[in-house]
């Protein structure tokens, strides 16, 4: 998260702006301390974990979903979720994200602070923008919903078991 916490402080005008950083862990500590050498202590929140209910509250609340740095190869619940709240969202560029994104995502460069600095001025100030990659999120949160999912996976299974005709 100190990718997003230094492209926050590169943004020009952060009054505009609210850093949220849920969660715990060992670098909660390094991260607080940025956090203050960079003089954000008055636009950075660190809530620690909060439970689903709490997290929707942030979803509910937020303009803009960041999801600063991930395994490559990897897909994310929490992106999904972000994505289901209808919040555009900001992804590193060139893995799974993306692809689970697919269109509901600006990407930025990966490890690079001032291209994501500058996506998220882009969504902060393109309104259209904004709205679009919410829509196109949340139709592809739809896509990846249990349900969704189940069916074509019963589908799948069903014609592998059907017998061949003559």
């Known amino acids: 998260f100190d990718l997003v916490i230094k492209a926050f402080f590169l943004l020009d005008n952060k009054n505009r702006y609210q850093l949220i950083i849920g969660g715990d862990g060992p670098e909660k500590i390094h991260l607080q301390q940025l956090t203050a050498d960079l003089c954000l202590d008055n636009f950075v929140l660190f809530t620690g974990w909060v439970n ?24 994310s619940v929490i992106l999904t979720e972000a994505m289901a709240h209808g919040l555009p969202c900001i992804v ?8 689970l994104a697919k269109g509901g995502a600006l990407a930025f460069h990966k490890d690079n602070p001032e291209d994501l600095a500058r996506q998220i001025e882009r969504l902060a100030n393109d309104r259209k923008l904004s709205i679009n990659l919410g829509v196109q999120g949340l139709a592809r949160a739809k896509e990846l919903s249990s349900g969704k999912l189940s069916q074509r996976l019963e589908m799948i299974l069903l014609s592998a078991v059907k017998s061949p005709k003559a």
């Open 92 to 99: 590193p560029d060139g893995g799974a994200l993306v692809w």
């Open 52 to 75: 689903k209910q709490k997290m929707a509250d942030f979803f509910n609340q937020a303009k803009i979903f960041v999801f600063p740095k991930w395994w490559q190869e990897y897909g």
